[in-house]
């Protein structure tokens, strides 16, 4: 999607972002989701600022690789602030899906590594941030997975069609319906993430990576990432019928109980749902049955 560069704009021209800090170091881009206070959850100006930041990369031929984090000592990132996400509906869905899609292109459309520094919880949405990095390394504190059942929402931004392609068909099924979340060192068993580290070492063996990659032929680095994504980029007629699924969940009773129920610290009530459809269906069926299903008779 196509960002206002003008919204970043100060008067030296330099931008100035509100949610994320960003840094170019030793050919090192550095993009901190920076909203400690919500375990760096993410909302449409986040996801605006992590678009413009790494997109501004593509200027700077002397930039390696770039490097997502998040900000503080409790999390990578817990995906989307369900404070902005309850404002959603389906109406204005696109409004949220199209930056998420946006910032996925973003990071696979790169021309150099991009690799995502895990410590803490990395679910739902900012697991999804991870799957399109190009190399997740993880602090043992880590933590990987889709929540999103037991919250209402629907992770078809990415999910849904990267888990299966990475640990296989059946684990993704049981990640997504059970909401099953794996430490650093399960995600690495099975393929989730890279490599897992003790905490203290987390910086320094990022930093490795990074020399490493610096070392290594530019044009190579380009030319193969994007042969790597080759196949993958087919989803992309997956990832618009997954948004397209996800805007009719947005705004309805059951997911608006789903995340007001994460935001009370309760247990969700998805019976009554259960109970009202099939109340519903309860009454679609007796209709039929005493043919009731049919247009009233004209009066002559």
């Not at 296989?168 to 690495?188: K, N, S």
Request: aromatic share 8%.
């Amino acid at each position: 999607m196509a960002i206002n560069n003008d919204t970043f704009a100060s008067h030296d021209d330099k931008p100035e972002y509100k949610d994320i800090l960003f840094e170019v170091k030793d050919q090192i881009a550095w993009v901190t989701i920076n909203r400690p206070e919500v375990m760096n959850a993410f909302r449409e100006q986040t996801l605006d600022e992590m678009i413009h930041a790494l997109s501004s990369t593509r200027s700077d031929p002397m930039i390696a690789c770039a490097v997502i984090r998040g900000a503080g000592e409790k999390a990578f990132s817990a995906g989307g602030d369900f404070h902005a996400m309850m404002k959603l509906n389906r109406a204005n869905a696109h409004m949220w899906n199209d930056r998420m899609l946006g910032l996925a292109m973003t990071i696979r459309g790169l021309p150099i590594p991009v690799i995502a520094m895990v410590h803490g919880p990395c679910v739902g949405g900012g697991h999804e941030v991870a799957l399109w990095c190009d190399l997740v390394i993880s602090a043992e504190d880590g933590k990987f997975g889709q929540t999103g059942a037991r919250v209402a929402a629907c992770p078809t931004v990415g999910a849904t069609q990267y888990i299966p392609r990475i640990v296989g068909e059946r684990l993704a099924r049981e990640m997504i319906f059970l909401a099953r979340t794996f430490t650093a060192a399960e995600a690495v068993e099975v393929g989730l993430i890279n490599k897992c580290v003790p905490k203290a070492k987390l910086m320094e063996e990022t930093l490795a990576w990074c020399e490493t990659i610096k070392g290594h032929s530019a044009q190579t680095l380009r030319a193969t990432k994007k042969s790597l994504n080759h196949e993958s980029d087919q989803l992309y007629a997956s990832w618009q019928h997954g948004m397209e699924l996800l805007a009719n969940i947005w705004g309805t009773e059951e997911s608006l109980e789903g995340m007001q129920a994460f935001l009370d610290r309760r247990k969700a009530d998805f019976n009554k749902f259960r109970q009202r459809n099939k109340d519903a269906l309860d009454q679609y069926m007796d209709d039929f049955r005493n043919d009731r299903n049919q247009a009233p008779k004209m009066n002559k």
